[in-house]
C-alpha cells in the first residue's frame, strides 16, 4: 500500500483581505505549495474563516478527498478552533487540521512586519514545515477521565474573592491560597474607589465576610503555593502555610496582646511605610481573619529569646511560638490566578527624590494617609514636621511608559490622581492648591471623563509636562522643581510642601516563581501571558489554568470582577461535564510543571 497517497493534504491560503494578501505575492505562495510533497490541493480564499471560506473548505475535503488540511492565515489562538471544528463537520479528526501564521509577516502594526519579499520565504519555509509535520503525524489516542469538582483560586483580592465566590454559589469546593495574613488585597487598603467617591470597605466588606463563612469555600491565608503537577481536571497541588504563631481557634482578635507588645517596627504593608505597628497585630479593624500574626522577624522572642509578654497577657492561650509551617496537598479541578499588582518602586527614578526627601511619597501612601483607619486617621500630613501640606503636586507616569522601565500605560494613575485630588479638596483641604503633572490624560471607562471634568470644576490645576529633577529645601523641607507648561509657553518653577507619585502598576512580586510552578507564560511586562488578548484574554497556555485581574495586567476594580467572572464561567464550563477527554500521553506523563519551592 502506498502510505503517501493516504496522506492527503490540502493547503488552504487566506488573503485575510488586505492583512496578508496587500503584504506578499499569495499567487506564489499557492504555486509554491503545490510542488510540496503531500499536498494534492491548493487554494487561494478571501477571509478563510467567513461562513463562506469555511463551507468551501468542507466541500474541498470531501470533493478531493483530505485527509489532512493546514490553513494559511492567522495566529492559532485566534482561530485554529474554528478550523478543527470546520474539519470535523466534513469528516477529518481535528487533529490532522493545523493553523500557521503568516499574517504576523505582513499586517500593518505587526512587530514582526517583513518586507513582501521577506514575508514570502517566510510563508514557504512554514507551509513547508507544517506539510511535514502533519505527513508524519499519528492520531493521538485519547482517555475520559474523571474532573474534580474543586478550584484553587490563587490570590484572596477582590478578583479572587469573585471567582471564588462564583464558583461557590455553583456548587464548587473553592480554596483561596492568600499569602498575606488576611484577604481583600490592594482594594481593602483604599478608603474611596472611582468614579463614584463611594465607599470601598463597604462594596469590598460583603465580600470578604461572605467568603469567609461560605461553606463551599476554604481560606489559606499567610499561605503560598509551592508544587503542582498534574493536567486539567486533575490537578495536585502542594500549599505551604507559613505559621502565625496564633492559634486562630483560640484567638478572639480583642488586642490585648498588641496593646501589651513593646516592638515597634514599620508597618511596610497595611500603612504602606507611613505608620507604625506592633511586632503581633492585626493588620486592619476590618481584616479577615481578623486574628492576630506575629512578624518572627522583628519579634523580641525570635530575635533574642527573651519577652513572651503576648503569651502572658493573651486571655485565651492563643499564642504559640512552636508553631511550624504546614503543608498541605489539594486536588482540584482547576486553578485561576489572581495575584495582583505591586507598585513601582520609584527609588530607581532617582530625578525625584523619593527615599531622600521625606515629602515624596506615592499615591498609594497617599491612599492610607487618606483612609480614616490609615496611620493618620485620614489627616494629611508630612511626614518631616507633621504639618498639612498646603501645595500639593502630583507627578504622572512615574516608571511608565517609560521604555528604560516599563514601556506600558498602567491604566489607573491619571484616575486615582483625580481621586485624591478630588478627596483632598472636599474632605481634607478646601483651601489646598493642587498641582496634576502630566503626559497625557487617559480616563477612557465608563464616566470616567466625567469625573475628569469635575476635577477640573473643583479647582485643581493641570500641567502638561513632566518635571524633570526635585530638589528639597534645606530649611522647609519643601521641594522645588521646575516643570514647562506647553498651555501657556511658559517654564514654571513650583515650590510645593508635598509630591505624590503616580507610580507603575508591576506584576506582584513571586510573579516569575510562580509561573515557573504553573508552567504558565509572562508577557514581555512580566505579567501572566494571555492566550489571545481579544478572544481568549483569561485562558493561559496550560489548560486548566487561568487567569484574572491585575495578574493579567493593569486595571481597574470593575475590569478585575468582568475577569473574574470570565475565569470562573471557563471553569465552570469544563468542570461542568465531570468528565473530559485528554491525550493518553498527558494522561500517563503526570506533567509537573514546578522547578523548586
Not at 128 to 152: C, D, F, G, N, Q
Amino acid at each position: 500500500m502506498n502510505t503517501k497517497r493516504e496522506k492527503r493534504i490540502g493547503v488552504f491560503i487566506c488573503h485575510c483581505g488586505k492583512n496578508i494578501a496587500g503584504g506578499l505575492n499569495i499567487e506564489a505562495l499557492d504555486e509554491h505549495s503545490k510542488q510540496i510533497p503531500g499536498v494534492v490541493f491548493t487554494v487561494e480564499n478571501k477571509f478563510c474563516c467567513s461562513e463562506d471560506g469555511q463551507n468551501d473548505i468542507q466541500k474541498a475535503i470531501r470533493d478531493q478527498k483530505l485527509d489532512r488540511v493546514i490553513v494559511a492565515a492567522c495566529d492559532p489562538a485566534l482561530h485554529l478552533m474554528t478550523f478543527q471544528r470546520c474539519g470535523e463537520k466534513a469528516g477529518i479528526k481535528s487533529q490532522f487540521v493545523d493553523l500557521i501564521d503568516i499574517r504576523k509577516w505582513t499586517m500593518h502594526g505587526s512587530p514582526q512586519k517583513l518586507d513582501p519579499g521577506q514575508a514570502l520565504e517566510k510563508s514557504k519555509k512554514l507551509i513547508e514545515m507544517a506539510v511535514k509535520r502533519i505527513r508524519l503525524k499519528r492520531l493521538i489516542p485519547l482517555i475520559e477521565v474523571k474532573t474534580e469538582p474543586s478550584v484553587l483560586v490563587i490570590g484572596g483580592g477582590v478578583a479572587g474573592l469573585e471567582a471564588a465566590l462564583d464558583l461557590a454559589d455553583k456548587g464548587y469546593k473553592v480554596q483561596v491560597v492568600e499569602r498575606l495574613p488576611t484577604i481583600g488585597g490592594k482594594m481593602a487598603l483604599l478608603y474611596k474607589v472611582f468614579p463614584t467617591n463611594d465607599c470601598a470597605p463597604c462594596i469590598l466588606a460583603p465580600k470578604t465576610a461572605y467568603a469567609n463563612i461560605h461553606p463551599n469555600i476554604s481560606l489559606f491565608t499567610n499561605a503560598e503555593v509551592t508544587s503542582v503537577n498534574g493536567y486539567i481536571g486533575n490537578f495536585n497541588v502542594q500549599v505551604a502555610q507559613k505559621p502565625r504563631y496564633i492559634d486562630i481557634n483560640k484567638c478572639t482578635g480583642c488586642g490585648e496582646c498588641v496593646e501589651k507588645c513593646p516592638k515597634k517596627v514599620v508597618d511596610d504593608v497595611y500603612s504602606a511605610g507611613m505608620g507604625n505597628r506592633k511586632a503581633i497585630y492585626i493588620p486592619y479593624d476590618q481584616a479577615i481573619p481578623k486574628k492576630a500574626v506575629i512578624d518572627d522577624q522583628n519579634c523580641l522572642y525570635f530575635r533574642k529569646g527573651a519577652c513572651r509578654i503576648c503569651e502572658r497577657e493573651c486571655p485565651t492561650g492563643a499564642i504559640d511560638f512552636e508553631a511550624q509551617t504546614t503543608t498541605m496537598d489539594l486536588k482540584v479541578g482547576a486553578i485561576i490566578v489572581a495575584t495582583g499588582f505591586d507598585e513601582y518602586n520609584p527609588e530607581n527614578k532617582s530625578e525625584y527624590g523619593y527615599g531622600r526627601y521625606g515629602n515624596v511619597i506615592t499615591q498609594f501612601q497617599l491612599a492610607r494617609l487618606l483612609d480614616i483607619d490609615g496611620p493618620t486617621k485620614g489627616q494629611l500630613l508630612r511626614s518631616t514636621d507633621g504639618k498639612e501640606p498646603k501645595k500639593i503636586v502630583m507627578v504622572q507616569c512615574v516608571g511608565s511608559r517609560d521604555k528604560n522601565r516599563n514601556n506600558y500605560c498602567s491604566n489607573i494613575c491619571c484616575m486615582y490622581a483625580l481621586k485624591h485630588s478630588q478627596m483632598i479638596r472636599e474632605m481634607v483641604m478646601p483651601d489646598a492648591e493642587i498641582y496634576i503633572c502630566y503626559i497625557d490624560m487617559r480616563t477612557t471607562g465608563k464616566g470616567f471623563e466625567e469625573y475628569y471634568r469635575r476635577t477640573r470644576e473643583l479647582g485643581i490645576n493641570f500641567i502638561r509636562g513632566i518635571p524633570s529633577e526635585i530638589v528639597e529645601e534645606t530649611d522647609t523641607k519643601n521641594l522645588i522643581f521646575k516643570v514647562e507648561d506647553p498651555d501657556i509657553a511658559h517654564l514654571l518653577t513650583i515650590e510645593a510642601d508635598l509630591v505624590v507619585l503616580s507610580c507603575a502598576t508591576i506584576p506582584s512580586s513571586g510573579t516569575g516563581q510562580l509561573s515557573q510552578i504553573l508552567g504558565v507564560e509572562r508577557d514581555e511586562n512580566g505579567f501572566f501571558k494571555e492566550v489571545h488578548p481579544k478572544l481568549r484574554p483569561v485562558e493561559t497556555n496550560v489548560r486548566g489554568i487561568y487567569i484574572c485581574g491585575a495578574a493579567q495586567g493593569p486595571k481597574d476594580i470593575p475590569d478585575s470582577i468582568i475577569q473574574a467572572r470570565a475565569a470562573a464561567s471557563i471553569v465552570d464550563g469544563e468542570l461542568r461535564k465531570s468528565k473530559i477527554k485528554l491525550p493518553e500521553f498527558m494522561v500517563k506523563a503526570k506533567i509537573s510543571y514546578q522547578g523548586g519551592a
